[in-house]
Each structure stands twice: as C-alpha cells, then as structure tokens.
C-alpha cells in the first residue's frame, strides 16, 4: 500500500513515516518545512516540499491509498495570536488535501483533530460526544471535521478522526517559542537553567507516547471497523505539570526551583480522555511515563551532543 503522510516533516509525521516504513508501506510525504525539519523525514519518504494550502498538491495524492492528514499550524498560542493564518492552513488547507484526495480517488483519510475539542468541556474522562472548542486553534480543527463530514455525505469518502491528547516522544517540537512541557523541562534542567511553569503546575494533561499512538495508525489503515469513525487517542489517565517536572527531575537527577509565570491564553486546566471507543478494538497505551520520558531525554541528550542545541 501507498501511503501519504501531510506533516511529514513535524512530530507525529516523522515518527509515523519510520513506523510504516519499517511496516513495509510505500511512504511519501508532503510538508513545507514551516516547523518541521528535513532532517525529521526517514530516508526512504519520497518527500515534496509543498504547501498543503497549494493546488499543486493535487498531483502527488493520485495513486494512494491512504492519507494521513497531519500538517496543521498547532501551537494554541500561535494560534491566538494569528487566526487568520490559523484559519488559512488548518481549515482552507485541510479542505485542499481533502479535495486532493477526492479527485485522486483515496480510499482513506485520516486527519489530525485535537483534545483541544474539549476544552470548555467538565466531563472527565471525556468522550467523543462532548466537543466544545473555544481557542481559534480548537476552532480550525473543528470547521476541518465539518468538511470531512461533507465530503462524507456528498462524495461517499472514508475517514477516520483523531483526537490526539498530549503525544510526547522522540522528535517532539522543542523549537518552540513555547516548546511542550516534557521537552521543555528536559532542556532547561541538561542547560541547569530554572525551567519555566505557565500558572501554579496545577493543569492536568493526558499524556500518550507516540509510538502507542502509531500502533492505532496501523489499526486505521488495516481495520475497517475504524473507517468513519472519530477516536480519542490518550492514555485515559492524567499528570499534573508539577508530577511531570517532578519525574523529569528525578530521571536528570537535578533539582532545580522552577520560575512560574502567568498562565497561557486558551489553555483547558485538565484534560482526560475517555478511550473506551480506541480500546474496544483492543488498542491500548502500553508505554507507561517514565519510559517514555526516558526515551524522550535520550533524545534531546542526542540534539545536544550532536549541536543542534546549544
Ligand atoms: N502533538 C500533539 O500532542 C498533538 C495533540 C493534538 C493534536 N495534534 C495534531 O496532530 C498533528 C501533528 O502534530 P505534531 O505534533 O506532529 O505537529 P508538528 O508541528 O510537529 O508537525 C506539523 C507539521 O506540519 C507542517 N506544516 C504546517 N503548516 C503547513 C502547511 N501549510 N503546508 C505543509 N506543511 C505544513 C509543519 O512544518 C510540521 O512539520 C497536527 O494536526 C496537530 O494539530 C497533535
């Protein structure tokens, strides 16, 4: 099977090109490297450095098989502070690759939506039903579900939705004006800088580590129960900020007093992820926390031996 990963330069992107690759999928992947890093893609990827919001695309997604829609702009921050272009890449982008895919005549897409759905939600742990988006961010992410849903009803096309909570892992975006809060305490604490808390610690995440979320990816492309079907994909349990900068702590064995600032726009305090639905296939996170953060500063550690932080 041919396959085509959006985003293939980012995070998720890059971590699932090397699984599918090692799966023995053909892999190609489209990315404008506004984020992501060419150093990020496996060899093996047939790479273009495109826009997802260019027509130009429309070329490269005839002949696949399946799409996994991932390119996004997705720092909420970012995002607050420019949802023109939030709306440009995350809704009109989204709706081209969609498109691309109808006229090349994709068996299936399966696209990145957010637990930042959520985020005006009090129900824990959270269902797929609940969705109350209230960031531009959020926003964007839910128009790109309406659209798939049209092109669902109109053209008769697969999807699979994902609702990623927080994935952490190797070649998670450290670069960051604000980076994700494991990366960013392991960078802080290997420079022996104070690393930096946003409010009192207190907001909860549901974390997932990547390569757990991959075996779902896997389940997407090999499972036709998924198709047409939206998914949480968490580990359905949450750490506080200050347990996680705790562990951090203890793994790097250095103690610092973190510096608290005030809190960022557009952040939910607690996020949980009722997986019941991800589960019922028989998917579950089988990486628990410190293993995954482990591998997490064994990768930075590498980026730092290797100058690409200084
Ligand atoms: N990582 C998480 O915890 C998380 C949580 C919820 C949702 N998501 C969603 O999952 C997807 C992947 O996230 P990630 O963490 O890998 O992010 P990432 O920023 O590491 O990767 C996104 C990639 O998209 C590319 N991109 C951005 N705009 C583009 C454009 N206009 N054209 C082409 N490429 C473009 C970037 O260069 C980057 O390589 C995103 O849609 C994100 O919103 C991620």
């Known amino acids: 099977m041919k396959i085509l990963i959006t985003g293939v330069a980012g995070f998720i ?8 690759l090692k799966e023995g999928y053909e892999v ?7 984020y992501g890093l060419r150093e990020n893609i496996p060899d093996g990827v047939e790479f273009h450095e495109k826009d997802i919001r260019d027509r130009g695309i429309y070329g490269l997604i005839e002949g696949v098989d399946a799409v996994f829609h991932l390119a996004a702009k997705n720092c909420i921050s970012d995002c607050q502070a420019d949802p023109i272009e939030t709306a440009d890449i995350n809704v ?5 690759v969609f498109e691309a895919a109808r006229r090349g005549g994709v068996r299936k897409i399966i696209y990145a939506e957010s637990s ?3 985020e005006g939600r009090v129900v824990f742990p959270t269902p797929e039903s609940e969705t109350k988006p209230e960031s531009f961010y959020a926003i964007s992410k839910l128009a790109g579900m309406y659209f798939a849903e049209a092109y669902k009803r109109y053209y ?8 990623y909570f927080c994935v952490y ?8 004006t604000i980076p994700p809060v494991m990366s960013a305490f392991i960078i802080k604490l290997l420079k022996g800088e104070r690393p930096v808390i946003y409010g009192t610690g207190e907001k909860r995440r549901d974390f997932v580590y990547v390569d757990d979320v991959n075996d779902f990816h896997l389940q997407c492309l090999r499972n036709s129960r998924t198709d047409n079907v939206t998914y949480n994909l968490g580990s359905g349990e949450n750490h506080s900020v200050l347990e996680i900068y705790e562990i951090v702590s203890r793994l790097l064995g250095v103690r ?10 557009g952040e939910a305090q607690m996020t949980l992820a009722d997986i019941s639905k991800a589960s019922a296939l028989g998917w579950r996170p089988k990486t628990d926390l410190r293993t995954g953060i482990m591998r997490s500063i064994e990768y ?10 200084k």
């Open 13 to 20: 992107g890059s971590n699932l090109a090397a699984r599918l």
């Open 169 to 176: 892992g190797p070649v998670q975006d450290y670069r960051r």
């Open 156 to 163: 008769g096309m697969t999807f699979t939705a994902l609702r």
């Open 92 to 96: 009109t982008g989204t709706i081209n």
């Open 116 to 118: 930042a759905l959520y």
């Open 256 to 265: 610092l007093e973190p510096e608290f600032k005030p809190d960022l726009p």
């Open 28 to 34: 190609g992947g489209i990315d404008n490297l506004a």
């Open 300 to 309: 930075i550690k590498r980026e730092f031996e290797e100058g690409r932080i």
